[in-house]
């Protein structure tokens, strides 16, 4: 009882700082269930099962804490890349830095723009896909997000896009507390890239729902950084349908606090899924945790879960994934890794690899090391005249080559694998 009374006590002070913004009325009621959802289950504390590995304190916090902004000579990410730019800064929409949103094959609008319409397409999938994914696990701060997101943009895929959507996330305000929430949805046939770039605010809750249809394409890159200070809590929620694939790659860099839950409905037959990430973290203050959930409810179907952490000077790391293969779900082919270069003794890696089978043709398996550099591979490569630093860098590199070449497109890996080489060329 007293558990439930601080739980209760600390999402009323969350909340009371909070508006919700006005709508249709389908939106305002999309936003109404997420806070009745959200209030029945309380913000988490380290208690929770999902949470004993992270504290959650400062994301409950009525206030967001301080980050200071981080400045860098280096252009913008995926800067050399033919894209559409979508530019928030501190959480709200900047339409004079922004590209024009029109485009063949597909449809982008405003968040706010499309849950003021009667009619949408969006209706279907807004908060739809949150409420779904909170089963069999609570995820409160993703309920939150349906119910306060201020921000963001909805898109539809109705054929091949020819080029990349590139949401652009700039930070200016060093107390900005912002709440965003993007639905894409990618119909039958159609492909689309989504990148996701850039800081955001001192104080980030994003989600992203994505729905794809029978034979849809939906490719996500995205690269959270580079404020030492900042802190996010981000959500994926995915529902795939037959012949479709899913695919989705994150890099980390910094920051105090950074939890990434992505969750994935396998609902049609010979359905891929891929969700791979690294982070590299330097320092005491820094925590990271990717949380996935997928769940096999199809026959014939892929799911991949390929994530790598390079942590030194006392940084932290977390991974807990699950695969669930429903009854049916027969020839599920269910893979997952996790594993955590430590270069030094004080750093640790946190790990929570589940499996849950209930169909008997199957062949799932999950595996989790934690380790350090390679001592005779660094003697080799010293020996034939590497620096140490270097020769450490050229390691790191290789432990993290199997999540990168979970991105198919060689030119948005090149320039991830080249902003890695820059971190690890100050810090190594």
């Known amino acids: 009882m007293a558990l439930a009374k601080l739980k209760a006590d600390v999402t009323e002070a969350r909340l009371a700082r909070l508006t919700m913004p006005d709508g249709a009325g389908w939106a305002n009621a999309a936003r109404a269930d997420a806070l009745a959802r959200l209030q029945a289950m309380g913000l988490p504390s380290k208690r929770d099962e999902y949470w004993k590995y992270t504290d959650p304190t400062s994301l409950n916090a009525p206030e967001a804490p301080e980050a200071a902004l981080f400045h860098s000579d280096e252009s913008p990410l995926f800067d050399a890349v033919d894209r559409v730019r979508v530019v928030f800064v501190d959480g709200v929409f900047d339409a004079d830095a922004s590209d024009d949103l029109s485009g063949e094959g597909v449809e982008i609008e405003r968040l706010a723009d499309a849950m003021a319409a009667d009619i949408h ?13 909170q089963t069999p696990v609570n995820r409160p701060f993703a309920a939150m997000n349906t119910a ?3 921000d963001g943009v909805v898109i539809r895929a109705t054929a091949k896009v020819s080029k990349p959507i590139n ?9 900005s507390d912002a709440i965003l929430h993007n639905v894409v949805k990618v119909e039958a046939g159609a492909e689309v890239t989504l990148l996701e770039t850039g800081p955001a605010a001192a104080r980030f809750s994003k989600q992203l729902e994505v729905e794809v249809a029978d034979g849809g394409t939906f490719h996500h890159v995205r690269a959270q950084g ?14 795939i349908g037959a012949g479709s694939t899913f695919k989705s790659f994150t890099l980390t860099f910094n920051g105090v606090l950074t939890r990434n839950d992505c969750i994935i409905e396998i609902v049609g037959d010979e359905a891929v899924a891929h969700v791979a990430g690294a982070c590299v973290g330097d320092g005491r203050d820094f925590h990271h945790d990717d949380t996935v959930f997928i769940t ?30 429903k009854a049916g779900a027969q020839k599920t082919d269910g893979y997952q890794i996790s594993q955590s270069l430590l270069l030094d003794d004080d750093s640790q ?62 030119a948005l890996a090149d320039d991830l694998r080249d902003r890695l080489e820059g971190w690890l060329a100050r810090h190594t």
């Open 167 to 175: 949401l652009i996330y700039l930070h200016q305000d060093v107390a």
């Open 349 to 410: 890696f946190l790990a929570k690899p589940e499996l849950e089978i209930y169909a008997d043709d199957v062949a799932c398996s999950h595996g989790s090391t934690s380790g350090a550099i390679d001592e005779e591979a660094l003697f080799y490569l010293r020996s034939r005249g590497l620096p140490e630093k270097d020769a450490q860098s050229l390691l790191t590199l290789a432990f993290v080559a199997e999540a990168l070449e979970e991105i198919e497109d060689e």
């Open 121 to 133: 397409w969006v209706k279907d999938v807004y908060g739809v896909l949150e409420a779904r994914g």
């Open 296 to 325: 096999h409810d199809a026959v014939n179907c892929e799911s991949r879960q390929v994530f790598k952490k390079v942590l030194r000077n006392g940084a932290t790391g977390v991974f807990q994934g699950k695969i669930l293969v």
């Open 226 to 239: 580079r404020d030492h200070e900042r802190r996010a809590v981000t959500h994926c929620f995915a529902r």
């Open 148 to 150: 306060f997101a201020s």
